[in-house]
């Protein structure tokens, strides 16, 4: 699945979101002092925000990934109420049911954040159910609506949208239809979900329906094919935090770890898996290039700070990065900081490489050799043009870095207009320098940079009788 297939498979897919809305607030301060009044921090306030949360981010997240969705809500007729209505009529393109009521208060959730680290989160909520008027309306919104989507999320945050007899009503439609539901439950009672197309509990909602340990793959399959039997649910798929996601279906059952990452919140994450899943299910996408998907999505999201939402170009930037040879320096240091996280060896090599020749070849033969991953720095026009004359270079830039992209042995390729490549080698900090010569490597460009993170420079001998002017001379 690359960039393009998902962008058309996001474009094609309607989704029919229906949930429990809430307001995420986030203030971020600092402590700097005790209170007299009693042995607690002083926090002092410096700025906050307010987002959707719940089912307002899995819409957040649709919408960011280009999705048509339709948001089915009610909220209490209030004042946290209308903010959440004033931040949703600001999302262009919005098809939004938005049902208030007087007698319910709408929920919040504020968070206190310290250097990104959360001290303490406060919940102003009210749980009890809705008026039969309410959910009158979301039925009748639904019913309007649902032939128009060809997929229908529900959103369960057990803030009182979703009653039992609502919910087996609307899984019952779809289903009628030949709509696949997705659900992320938080009641406790999962026959309110009886005959969806897939659920996705997290481990501790799997442990306590099932009343079964679930701390491995194994367990996890185990724990998956209960809920299956037990409640008529097609697919159920775990998301396990750290360990990452099991998918128990009935023809296969798959597992997917997680990348290890710095984790600065993990807000929302389960509702960017739910908006992913959503597109990949409406256009039949394998379930495991689905489920790679989805966990991409959510290893960028808990490396954000809040509830985020994630778009296409965060959700393929891996692949545009590392499949893409041809790269800016800004993207190079993105590649280089992950190579090292890996202790992959990084070599660096720079040249005019005009007319590729045996000694080229020779020459990053015995570079890559030495290292892991190669990044040949060429010559711009202009640059070459300095050093070999106004007739120089044969091949333009674009021509040169294509052909070495087509290389096994380059796995990076940037061009550089400057008189050396030392601001490259100083900012990339590089394992190993090449050269290609009979250099002294003190006289290398970067031999007194790269000793100073401890890195070496090489000198590689020239095949004799391998140059591109000798090359130009034979043709004239």
């Given amino acids: 699945m690359n960039y393009k297939d998902f962008l058309f498979s996001c474009s094609k897919t309607k989704v029919l979101l229906i949930g429990d809305v809430m ?12 209170s007299p009044e009693a042995p607690v921090p002083i926090f002092l306030s410096e700025k906050s925000k307010q987002v959707l949360g719940g089912a307002g981010n899995v819409y957040n997240n649709l919408v960011s990934l280009g999705v ?15 903010q959440i209505e004033k ?14 009521e007087k007698n319910k208060s709408s929920t919040i959730k504020t ?23 309410v959910y009158k309306s979301i039925l009748s919104s639904f019913k309007k609506e649902l032939l128009n989507h060809n997929v229908v999320i529900l959103s369960d945050y057990n803030k009182g949208i979703f009653t039992k007899k609502l919910t087996n009503e609307l899984i019952k439609l779809s ?11 938080k009641s406790k009672d999962f026959s309110f979900y009886q005959n969806a197309f897939l659920i996705t509990p997290n481990q501790l909602e799997t442990v306590q329906i099932t009343n079964l340990p679930c701390n491995n ?43 290890k990452i710095e984790v600065f919140d993990v ?44 778009d296409l170009k965060e959700l393929f930037e891996e692949e545009r990065l590392f499949l893409n040879k041809r790269n800016t320096l800004l993207e190079l240091k993105k590649i280089v900081s992950e190579y090292k996280k890996k202790n992959i060896k990084v070599g660096f090599t720079n040249g005019c490489f005009d007319i590729l020749h045996l000694g080229h070849i020779n020459y990053l033969e015995e570079s890559k050799k030495l290292c892991d991953k190669l990044i040949i720095a060429i010559n711009s026009d202009e640059s070459v043009k300095k050093i070999k004359g106004k007739n120089r270079p044969i091949n333009n830039q674009n021509d040169r870095a294509k052909i070495l992209s087509s290389l096994n042995l380059c796995d990076h390729v940037v061009i550089f207009s400057q008189p050396t490549p030392i601001k490259l080698i100083t900012s990339l ?48």
């Fill in 111 to 133: 968070r206190y954040s310290v250097n990104g680290q959360q001290l303490i989160r406060v919940d102003e909520e009210n749980t009890k159910n809705f008026s039969s008027l």
């Fill in 267 to 310: 807000s929302g994450a389960g509702d960017t898996v739910l908006a992913v899943l959503s597109v990949c299910i409406s256009n039949k996408i394998d379930i495991k290039k689905s489920l790679e998907l989805s966990n991409r999505a959510a290893r960028i999201v808990v490396g954000k700070i809040g509830t985020s939402t994630v």
């Fill in 217 to 259: 793959n194994i367990e996890a399959k185990q724990c998956g094919k209960y809920i299956m039997k037990k409640f008529s649910i097609k697919n159920v798929l775990i998301t396990r935090g750290d360990k990452g996601l099991t998918y128990i279906g009935r023809k296969e059952n798959i597992h997917v770890p997680t990348k």
């Fill in 23 to 34: 307001l995420d607030r986030y203030v971020v301060g600092h402590v700097n002092k005790i």
């Fill in 68 to 82: 048509k969705t339709t948001l089915i809500s009610a909220i209490g007729k209030d004042n946290i109420g209308n």
């Fill in 175 to 185: 289903n009628l239809n030949k709509i696949p539901v997705i659900v992320d439950p």
């Fill in 429 to 476: 900090k590089p394992h190993i320098i090449t050269k290609g010569g009979d250099y002294k490597k003190e006289k290398v460009v970067g031999y007194k940079e790269i000793k100073k993170w401890s890195g070496k420079v090489h000198i590689i001998n020239f095949t004799k009788g391998m140059s591109t002017t000798s090359i130009i001379n034979k043709i004239n």
């Fill in 87 to 100: 931040i949703v009529k600001k999302i262009k393109n919005n098809n939004v049911y938005l049902f208030k």
